[in-house]
């Protein structure tokens, strides 16, 4: 029988593949609707105010509740919307049901991510977290890989439609039994003792890291079909690109199971990204996409693990702490693309990429700097040095 963990994974799989036939759809049901490029930067904005919120006291709450209770209510909810969604006709309707998908799964995130940090021992949470990242990470991949077949071959609402069934089997496959307050301290007490803690402006960075990774995404998301239509592409050019992404994210996760994030993951996080977009910009054409969503996924599984570690890697709060740790996701993902948008309202499709490069520049700049203090303080001063 699986482990609690396991079964979570499994689920997380479920509800991202979801997730992702429904968003990978959505800008070209939108653009199908009479949506123009701010309306398109919009979404993700729409989604997140909501996210943020529900995320953050969606998780605190849940360090003194049922965290499974919590992550169910997501799951149900958010089948609910997601048929909502499908037969939305007009695009005012379409946008007035975007924030409850926030609400729905931000019930789902962070409780879930707690659990399966509270029964893992913490010199196992790098493992644990790889497995669950490449389960929801796999998820996403093909979610947005089977949304470009279904819009391409059928409409965009079909897309839409399909993301009822994995929710589905979600609902069957999350624990029924949920995990008692005196479970969650006494498991990680009763552990080995664990790493050394993240210090504060890892975190901090770390969180960073990620809002700026998952703003670049989103931009591509919500962006890249209006600029590949520009060029001659289609919708299956696009699900392909993100299909690859995230399956090279998954790969990547997978890579990074026992390892303890630090800065040096940051700056590279920043560096492929960077990478990932000059390529994209700068070669044009399906192969220009094929590679450039090489360093695009890698970046964005450095940053995310980099974040979610440092999150849970705690004794105490983890639900507040991975609440955090997706609301920063949902305000670089929708801040981002959003002011993008407005560049390219003024006509220039390239513009909101552009500004995903100014950002990811001045991430690892910043990135850099607090890594040589963080050297510089840990070298001993040569006075001390002489003496011992």
Known sequence: MWSNPRRLCAASFFVD????????AIP???????ADPFVLGLIPSLFAVTYVAASMLAGRFSDGASRLALV??????????????????????????IPFTGIVLGLFWPPAQAAISDETPPQELSRALAEFNVAWTSGKGLGFFLAGILTQALRPEAAVLSGAIPLVAALFIVPSRAITSAERIAAPAASAAPAPRSSRNLVLLAWGANAVAYGVSSTFHVHAPVLLVDRGENAFDFGAFLGIVFAVQAIFFAALARRNPGYRDLAAAYATGILSLVIFLFVPGFL????SAIP???SLALAYHASLHASLHRERGRGLAAGVHEGVIGIGSSLVPLAGGM????GNLKAPFALCLIFLCAGLAATTAFRRESTKRSEPHPAKANRT
């Open 17 to 24: 593949l979801a997730h992702y036939l429904v968003f990978g």
């Open 28 to 34: 070209f049901q939108a653009i199908r609707l009479g």
């Open 72 to 97: 169910r209510s997501g799951i149900f909810f958010f089948l609910i919307v997601t048929i909502a969604i499908a037969f939305a006709s007009r695009i005012e309707i379409l946008l007035s049901l």
């Open 288 to 291: 220009g996409e094929i590679v």
């Open 296 to 298: 695009l996924g890698i």
């Open 343 to 346: 560049l390219a309202a003024q």
